[in-house]
């Protein structure tokens, strides 16, 4: 598993090759291909940045190629006792925690978030379930977040903790590792489609890292933990599914 500092990533990302980009982006969309490359994450993830530039986005679409209906994926609603609480009083006192292996552990709130620089953006999601759906989603961008509170050199991944419960009372989380956090399009989302998030859409802050499966992108964050090692988290493979289902850990589309 390759890992990067954020000291690494200031420096410099090694090139990608760019007149291929064309081409992947065409190859991604064959079944085929797209099946060769799933079968592991070591491959998948060597595939995707040796084949493109580190920065490159994610297709944007325009308003009018929204999707009509935009599905929920994953769980509709938590349902837990605190989760139906903060539901209750809109999420007045919800936090989103910024810890683990940083300078300043801090929690922001609702309105600081709002506060900050958003970002918009119209991507398509596309949901290891095998459906795809376009909309515009709006937030922070999760950078604006790690700057504040001082990402150490020793980090490597984050690991994202939701309110979620599974089987078993498993907590869901996810992680990512620095290249896909310093991202532009890795968003804290607050809104869907000029909305505010609804409860099945992961309300009030949901992750989404555009460039990666649907199942990464993390739903109702309470907390995101800067970690140098994902072995010791959970299940120890990077996220719920990862440890249950046998998951990939990076999920690159």
């Not at 980009?21 to 099946?35: I, K, P």
């Not at 060597?46 to 994953?74: C, I, K």
Request: hydrophobic fraction near 40%; charged fraction near 20%.
């Amino acid at each position: 598993m390759t890992v990067f500092t954020r000291r690494a990533l200031i420096g410099g990302a090694a090139a990608g090759a760019g007149g291929l980009l064309a081409g992947c982006d065409a190859l991604g969309q064959n079944e085929g291909f797209r099946s060769i490359l799933f079968r592991g994450a070591d491959w998948n993830q060597w595939t995707q940045r040796a084949l493109m530039n580190r920065s490159a986005l994610a297709r944007e679409f325009r308003p009018d190629q929204m999707s009509p209906v935009f599905r929920t994926n994953g769980t509709r609603n938590p349902n837990t006792p605190g989760y139906n609480a903060h539901a209750a009083e809109n999420f007045a006192s919800w936090r989103v925690r910024v810890d683990g292996l940083v300078a300043r552990p801090q929690d922001f709130t609702l309105p600081q978030l709002f506060s900050m620089p958003q970002r918009a953006q119209i991507t398509r999601h596309d949901c290891v379930e095998g459906w795809s759906a376009i909309g515009k989603w709006q937030g922070p961008r999760l950078a604006t977040l790690l700057d504040a509170a001082g990402l150490s050199d020793r980090a490597r991944f984050l690991v994202f903790h939701c309110a979620d419960l599974y089987s078993g009372g498993r907590p869901y989380y996810e992680s990512i590792d620095l290249v896909d956090a310093f991202h532009p399009q890795t968003i804290l989302a607050l809104g869907l489609n000029d909305r505010r998030l609804g409860v099945g859409h992961g309300a009030p802050v949901r992750l989404r890292v555009e460039r990666q499966l649907g199942y990464k992108h993390a739903k109702y964050v309470e907390r995101i933990e800067a970690v140098a090692d994902l072995s010791v988290v959970h299940g120890g493979k990077g996220g719920l599914w990862e440890d249950i289902a046998d998951y990939e850990w990076y999920a690159g589309i």
